[in-house]
């Protein structure tokens, strides 16, 4: 696991308990009570979420060791190129 990938999950521990924070400040501002179970649950989900996308957005993708490089389009000539290889080679 790289630095990078270290700090997705420092980052979104940090933003899961940040968020847990806010909500229940938040919550006990509007004057509804944090321990209502329906209020937490729902809490919960948000944080989950929020978490999840900071550690998807800073986290590296790697597949055997190397980073997953973005997948180039194909044309269609190399389509056709192909098709005519092939078809050369079964005559």
């Known amino acids: 696991m790289g630095f990078r990938n270290f700090f997705a999950v ?3 521990v940090v933003v899961f308990i940040g968020s847990g924070t806010v909500i229940a ?3 006990g501002y509007i004057g509804q ?9 729902m809490g919960l989900f948000i944080c989950f979420v929020l978490a999840s996308v ?5 986290k590296v ?3 055997d ?5 973005e997948k180039s ?5 190399d389509i056709s190129r192909k098709l005519d ?3 050369n080679n079964k005559t």
């Open 10 to 12: 420092v980052a979104a």
């Open 25 to 27: 400040l938040s919550v």
């Open 33 to 41: 009570s944090p321990g209502n179970l329906l209020i937490r649950i």
């Open 54 to 58: 900071v550690y998807n957005l800073i």
């Open 61 to 63: 993708d790697t597949v």
């Open 65 to 69: 060791g190397t980073v997953e490089k």
């Open 73 to 77: 389009s194909v044309k269609s000539e």
């Open 85 to 87: 290889e092939i078809k």
